[in-house]
């Protein structure tokens, strides 16, 4: 039997390409380096290098004929009713090309888009100068990017040595500022220090959707704050329902163990906490679920919404629920549908089919876990391709949370999610413009939906130390420390011994131009923290904690060749072997 692992270097070569595009900064002075580019997620170059051969220049090629797209977002501070003049001088060339263009695209008030100029250019080999003008209106971000084609047998090969960006006659990158960012219109008076008075009445608790959003994985502190919060509205705001940035095939096992079924153990629980960017605080949080739901009528649920990029980490998962569950039930069409989640290929067709002929295995399971297995098995079945999980890793989690929500919640219960903030807040534009298809976020799908029952808030803080990955495998984790606040970020606004250790921003009285900095970073170390984004669009407000702390960790999970590949095949063989023994 061989195992597929295309998917899995499609996946891996999308990293690769974003180190080659920072690495390319790092090695270059050139004017077009000074911007921070990003690579399209789901229409990457196959390169991007320094070419040094003739003219030093950035080297960019397709994939075959298929479109790859790069490009940068920059912030104007433009005054209301100011009309710009945006000019585009770029020096290039092309071999194999069937398209070759700029893509500016305008981004206004609370990241709404404006317009999209497409500016085509010459497909010429030998080195060409080309200045392009566009005339804009209330500008608040500009993204840059560039897109091209190869022809039908080639990769279209690009070199740009030059590349001079101005608004109205000033090179974009002298328009920015330390200062620029922060608007009078925000006072210090509208921040509310935390602390035992008004801990429990701060405006967000009570949402019947609260999402709250870490801008940093990898923090003790933060992933705290978040379980006070979770308790906080079990016990006050009828909270029923604890969602988490955890794979939604793993959570199967957790709630099991909840409902105290003795064949389902912490330690199983534990292996997946401890290799990831959670804290061992989640650990006791669901021990303390288990005692609440073992005297209360309410009871909680805690699941995950996220996906695995590679399906059989999700069918591993399965089968070590299934399994787990058989047992005690010892049935053989449960034992069948461990056979197949270990020897079958993509496809879960038979899987479904033993499912729907059991009837949910409704006399085995819940109620609730029958509708949410099913839904599990459906939306694993239609895509397993490990790219595709992962750029579309958003509309799966949104499709996960709506399907709880709307199975497990009455009108009166509440609902707590706790994820990274690029994924809960209401926009990511800024960041998603490089995309032919609509990439939005989890919580621009909720908010569409919930409207004023979904409410987004941030963690953020000034200082101290986070646990993150320092490579391709997610489990070569090192202790890292936080960039100081820049000038013209919320970080630097709140930092204010005036508040205390912890403290909140409210964005009621904010305006949709406002534009500030506020600290980025998901599972990989980052040097450069912070991104610029208009709080009003993406949140209801901010948490500020003067320091926080690094998650702990045991030291083998620190270690280089502990990998993603290695966990998952150490697991397909206990799988293998379980099934052998029956």
Known sequence: MTIKTR???????????????HSCAQQSNNSLLTYHWVMSKNHPFLKSKIDSTTVPSILLETIGEKTGICGFSKPLFQEKGFRSKVLIKINYKIENGSELYLKLITIGDCE?????DTLYLSLNEEWTTETLSVDLMEAAFLNLSIEAKGDTKNSAKIWINNLNFFINEKNIGKLETEDQGIKMSLQKEDIIPIDDKNR???PFMSRKILAIGETIHGTETMNDIAIDIIKNRIIHNNCRLILLEIPFENSFYINRYIEKDSN?????????????LFSSSFLSLIEWIKRHNSHSDKKVFFWGIDVNYIQLQSKLDLFKFFY???????????KRICELLVYTGPSLDEIIAIFDASKGFKNMLTEDESELMRHCLVLLNNKSDSYYNFINRDERMYQNTAFMVNHLLKPDE???LFCHFGHVAYQGIIENTLSVESHNTLGYYMKNKYKDDYSCIALITSKGDFLTSISDSRFHF?????????????????DDERYGYSSFLSTEKMNCADIFKTRYIGNMYIKNQFKYMMPKARMDGAIFIKQVYPIKKKKIFGEPELNTNV?????FQDALKKIKNK
């Open 7 to 21: 998917p899995v270097l499609i996946f891996l070569l999308f990293f690769l390409l974003l180190m080659q595009c």
């Open 112 to 116: 709404k888009i404006i317009s999209i």
């Open 200 to 202: 429990n009445h701060l």
């Open 264 to 276: 389902f153990k912490i330690d199983s629980i534990s292996t997946y906490f401890d290799r990831s």
């Open 324 to 334: 787990t569950l058989n047992i005690t039930e010892q049935d053989k069409n449960l």
């Open 414 to 416: 509440t609902a707590t």
């Open 478 to 494: 090192k202790i890292k420390s936080l960039q100081s606040p820049t000038r013209g970020s919320l970080e630097y606004l709140m």
């Open 567 to 571: 966990i998952i095949m150490n697991a």
